[in-house]
């Protein structure tokens, strides 16, 4: 193997550029040639290819986004669009690919290693931490850190004004960020799509709060259990409170990536490049307490991610 290329697919998320930045320098000094694959599939379709020597990706561990861009691609989702694709990397002479995104993303992976035997593997980079086969994902640490600064600044104004502020974060159907920044933040209540939740009994422990004295909360809802807007128009009907919703959307994914999401990407990148190396394509690299591990690409979306639900008890015992 002489040249690998290297993309960022999907949802932008902090630590992408860490990671290409590992792959780059790791293939470089073993002997590889690397070309960069700008926008994604969209790019690889097109022929979107820059040479990456390592000076390419100097000073870029600390920035958030991706210098290679990304993009969806619908496109590639066709068999005809497939096929464009594994043309230009024969073109460039591209001997294989690490893919850096998440599960959709991998599913290209698959398609480009299983149906045209290009040698694929992918990093997990995922600010919702969704994907299985790893305990972590590039991005989840700053996304949460970041959730949690703006839970901070938030509690300020609650506690100022005697509200209650529910905060909704990202998550799609995985409530991983919304239990970490929340029991972080110390919310009074976390609402994500694992556990079920009844909106009558939120509504009462306020009410019967405010009786009490305590009259501001925090409410963490993950976007894929409940839409903010509607929790907080049932909790001020059911206890009168003043009730204020904040999204913190796309915030969440941007920003300087943590040291933890800059040392995971290292060690993923670079252990994507051995992979490639050890001829052990359609695979993902991922992390399991500190050890790096890989699994079949399909792990991502066939696996199940573990939850770790104690976290969620101890979350509801140190907010009562």
Known sequence: MQRIAVMTSGGDSPGMNAAIRAVVRSATCRGLEVLGIRRGYAGMIEGDFLPMPPTAVSGIINRGGTILLTARSQQFMSEEGQRQAVEQLRRAGVE??????????FHGAQALWHDWQVPTVGIP????????????????????NTALESIDRIRDTAVSHDRVFVVEVMG???GMLALHAGLAGGAEVIIIPEVPYQITRIGTLIKEGRARGKNSYIIVVAEGAARGIAIAAD???ISGADTRVTVLGHVQRGGVPSAQDRSLASRLGAAAVNLLLENKP???????GEDIVSHPLQTAWTGKKHMDLSLYELAQVLAT
């Not at 931490?129 to 640490?141: C, E, K, Q, V, Y």
């Not at 359609?282 to 399991?288: D, F, R, S």
């Open 172 to 174: 799609r159907n995985c």
């Open 282 to 288: 359609g695979m993902m690299v991922g992390i399991e």
């Open 96 to 105: 294989g690919v690490v893919v850096i995104g998440g599960d959709g993303s």
């Open 235 to 237: 909790i001020e009907a």
């Open 125 to 144: 980079a995922s600010i919702d931490n969704d994907l299985a086969g790893t305990d972590l994902s590039i991005g989840f640490d700053t996304a949460v």
